[in-house]
T-cell receptor, first 115, second 114 residues
Framework: GENVEQHPSTLSVQEGDSAVIKCTYS??????FPWYKQELGKGPQLIID?????GEKKDQRIAVTLNKTAKHFSLHITETQPEDSAVYFC??????????????FGKGTKLSVKP | DAGVTQSPTHLIKTRGQHVTLRCSPI?????VSWYQQVLGQGPQFIFQ???????GRGNFPDRFSARQFPNYSSELNVNALLLGDSALYLC?????????????FGPGTRLTVT
């Protein structure tokens, strides 16, 4: 079955710096890759996603890149702010037609942004 | 707009007992999935329901069961609770239409088994 590896497990950056989190997946049939932000005591919040027919997607300070050949995808956060501090999860699924498939998650990255 | 709601928020049970967790999806969403999140790990898939039918099942024992109602809300049931069932149980809803892949999570139910 699908396996998703996520690195690093912890990341500490200075406010205003960029943060990069990387994930690799094993199943070449996976075609949908969302990223979630989870704050303490809350459920995961979808922040950005990408499908396998696209190489890059951007939403303000957040961007995701996908390399299908290497089977890895990355989250890039620019101009980090203290409120970006949270645990970030990558996930992969085999979505098809009208079905979203079940998500396979990485183990998470705890991002700390120091003021 | 209201997001995914789950009840209760917290629950403490004893080993061997049974528990029922509830989830209401975002209005208009017809698919509900359940995930278990153990402390320090990513969520792990348990079940997916669409139009009251089970459409996917993860690697969980038969002690875990679920159902979806005509109004698309859902229940997760766990029998014969074990200490290892202590976790955050998350419900996610999805529009489940052509091209709609996104899953939106609720706040979860924190289950503690003593």
């Amino acid at each position: 079955g699908e396996n998703v590896e996520q690195h690093p497990s912890t990341l500490s950056v200075q406010e205003g710096d960029s943060a990069v989190i990387k994930c690799t997946y094993s199943d070449s049939a996976s075609n949908y890759f969302p990223w979630y932000k989870q704050e303490l005591g809350k459920g995961p919040q979808l922040i950005i996603d990408i499908r396998s027919n696209v190489g890059e997607k951007k939403d303000q300070r957040i961007a995701v890149t996908l390399n299908k050949t290497a089977k890895h995808f990355s989250l890039h956060i620019t101009e980090t702010q203290p409120e970006d501090s949270a645990v970030y999860f990558c996930a992969a699924s085999k979505a098809y037609g009208g079905s979203q498939g079940n998500l396979i998650f990485g183990k998470g990255t705890k991002l700390s942004v120091k003021p | 707009d209201a997001g995914v709601t789950q009840s209760p928020t917290h629950l403490i049970k004893t080993r061997g007992q049974h528990v029922t967790l509830r989830c209401s999806p975002i209005s208009g969403h017809k698919s509900v999935s359940w995930y278990q999140q153990v402390l320090g790990q990513g969520p792990q898939f348990i079940f997916q329901y669409y139009e009251k039918e089970e459409r996917g099942r993860g690697n969980f024992p038969d002690r875990f069961s679920a159902r979806q109602f005509p109004n698309y809300s859902s229940e997760l049931n766990v029998n014969a609770l074990l200490l290892g069932d202590s976790a955050l149980y998350l419900c996610a809803s999805s529009p489940r239409g052509a091209g709609h892949y996104e899953q939106y999570f609720g706040p979860g139910t924190r289950l503690t088994v003593t």
